[in-house]
């Protein structure tokens, strides 16, 4: 029914700077909320930021400044531009989308990407 497709990961030095983006795909009616997540070793996944429809985004404390979420409604993405990475930053980020879908009826349902790896050397 859907997928999302992220891109642009790596490797990068403590201080520098990478984007993410994701594209959503696939016969939904509309999106609702679009999100950027990250899960490093060992560690539960997590929220890194957010955004509705309307713009709203939010922020995990950890990187509140450094990066700044925003999408594109005509285009189905989302992006992430992250800034003076640490190397604590190092995770597997995952793109998220709710999806709202009407086959007669409506229900949403959340939709994950594959992941991109992310490493921040120190």
């Known amino acids: 029914q859907a997928q999302l497709e992220e891109s642009g990961g790596g490797l990068v030095q403590a201080g520098g700077s990478l984007r993410l983006s994701c594209v959503a795909s696939?016969?939904?009616?509309?999106?609702?909320?679009m999100g950027w997540h990250r899960q490093a070793p060992g560690k539960q996944r997590e929220l890194v930021a957010g955004?509705?429809?309307?713009?709203?985004?939010n922020y995990a404390d950890s990187v509140k400044g450094r990066f700044t979420i925003s999408r594109n409604n005509a285009k189905n993405t989302v992006s992430l531009q992250m800034n003076s990475l640490k190397p604590e930053d190092t995770a597997v980020y995952y793109c998220?989308?709710?999806?709202?879908?009407?086959?007669?009826?409506?229900?949403?349902?959340?939709?994950w990407g594959q992941g991109t790896q992310v490493t921040v050397s120190s």
């Open positions: 998220s989308a709710d999806l709202t879908f009407d086959s007669g009826y409506r229900y949403t349902s959340r939709y």
């Open positions: 696939g016969s939904f009616f509309s999106i609702k909320v």
């Open positions: 955004i509705s429809d309307g713009g709203t985004t």
